[in-house]
């Protein structure tokens, strides 16, 4: 193994395979590093479907959805592999923001409409309408597990090198770069490199305990289900559900986001209230009330699915207090972290980005830094998972951020 590197890349989910895409590509010299193996389970970055969701007013998120629907195409046409079906994404209830969503959607040339609830109603029987509800034609669902697999093919044939079952247990900035302690399964051994990417997942505040002050990153174990489909003859949008007032809603734990898994049935799930944990002490077994709450949602609200028949999904979140994304850069460590729950979305966008602070060719935008003014007063020193705590609305005025 090459004990010198240009750029390591460390985590290979969807944010490192993207940046190691966006690297390469530009004929950086690249090194990609995961833990796990291909397909695994552990983190994030797997399933068949996550949501593209438009559902934004923020202009640095709906500027991030434009350039990440044209570089999915990209990446779709490169590879050969269809990564979006567009579908079509509809956010209903309550939510006051989407009438500001409709208007930042308009004005950046993406389609958003307003329906009554009859009328939705008719066209997705699967779900039932009680509410605004606005259409997003543009949005639909994506592919990890095959977006994961093409990043990393297409950042190979750029000359990327994709390593997996290496682990780095440790980094230090020194004056030659950064030294990482990695294994493989059989040593470890200590690598150079001129610059590292982190984008470790639920791992970040481990890794960079004692290197870079973060904010607060809470990793919490999520729970979405798939419910059985009951009305096989129904059309399945994505769908974010936000809540209403009144002993009708007592058993929410947060708005609701859902999709079709082509053989799978619909997936639906809370949004980032998971129990916290250890990434590395997951127990990936539901808990039981959320389980019990969100069956109930699925026979109140999904009168397309068989809400007795479900399989569990546990998956993680990692989540920065304000809910919007840290993209920044400390000395030789480039930080990708704090997706909350809403950023797969925006891979390749983000990979761009993360290869522009790698190159000293841009910025991110100040709402993702690291040392921005809403997290301030929530840093901590090793930036450590906290105590449960409510979800903040996050900066966006935009609606349904989850996928």
């Given at each position: 193994m090459n004990t010198i590197l240009d750029t390591a890349v460390i985590g290979g989910g969807a944010m490192g395979s993207a940046a190691a895409w966006a690297l390469a590509r530009r004929g950086r010299d690249v090194t990609l590093l995961e833990q796990f193996g291909p397909g695994h389970r552990n983190g994030a970055s797997h399933g068949t479907t996550r949501n593209f969701n438009p559902g934004y007013s923020d202009p640095d998120y709906v500027a991030l959805l434009a350039e990440s629907a044209r570089l999915w195409s990209e990446i779709e046409a490169d590879s050969g592999e269809r990564l979006l079906a567009r579908t079509g994404v509809v956010n209903h209830g309550t939510d006051p923001r989407l009438g500001a969503v409709q208007s930042a959607l308009r004005g950046a040339g993406m389609r958003a409409d307003f329906l009554a609830p009859?009328?939705?109603?008719?066209?997705?029987?699967?779900?039932?309408?009680?509410?605004?509800?606005?259409?997003?034609?543009?949005?639909?669902q994506l592919n990890p597990d095959a977006a994961l697999p093409a990043l990393q093919r297409l950042?190979?044939?750029?000359?990327?090198?994709?390593?997996h079952h290496v682990r780095v247990a440790a980094l230090k900035i020194t004056d030659?770069?950064?030294?990482?302690?990695?294994?493989?399964g059989r040593a470890a051994m200590v690598l150079t490199a001129r610059q590292v990417i982190v984008t470790a997942g639920g791992w970040t505040a481990k890794l960079l305990d004692g290197v870079a002050a973060l904010p607060r990153l809470r990793v919490t174990q999520e729970q979405p289900a798939h419910f059985a489909v009951a009305d096989e003859s129904a059309r399945w949008p994505?769908?974010?559900?936000?809540?209403?007032?009144g002993k009708a809603f007592d058993y929410w734990y947060s708005p609701?986001?859902?999709?079709?898994?082509?053989?799978?049935?619909?997936?639906?799930?809370?949004?980032?209230?998971?129990?916290v944990v250890d990434p590395d002490r997951r127990s990936f077994t539901p808990e039981p009330r959320?389980?019990?709450?969100?069956?109930?949602?699925?026979r109140e609200w999904l009168p397309g699915v068989d809400a007795d028949s479900l399989k569990e999904i546990s998956c993680t979140y990692t989540s920065t207090s304000d809910e919007n994304f840290i993209l920044d850069r400390v000395g030789p460590v480039v930080i990708g972290a704090g997706f909350s729950g809403h950023g797969f979305k925006f891979t390749p966008a983000i990979g761009r980005i993360l290869a522009d602070l790698a190159t000293g060719r841009g910025g991110a935008p100040a709402a993702f830094s690291?040392?921005?003014p809403s997290l301030r007063h929530r840093r901590s020193r090793t930036g450590a998972a906290g105590a449960p705590e409510a979800k903040s609305s996050g900066a966006d005025p935009g609606a349904g951020r989850n996928e």
């Open positions: 009859a009328e939705a109603a008719e066209r997705w029987r699967g779900i039932r309408f009680d509410q605004q509800v606005l259409h997003m034609p543009d949005g639909g950042a190979t044939g750029h000359g990327a090198e994709v390593r030659e770069g950064v030294k990482l302690t990695v294994e493989d994505g769908f974010n559900h936000f809540p209403g007032s609701v986001y859902g999709m079709q898994t082509p053989g799978e049935g619909i997936k639906a799930g809370w949004h980032g209230v998971g129990p959320q389980l019990a709450a969100l069956q109930r949602y699925a690291a040392s921005r």
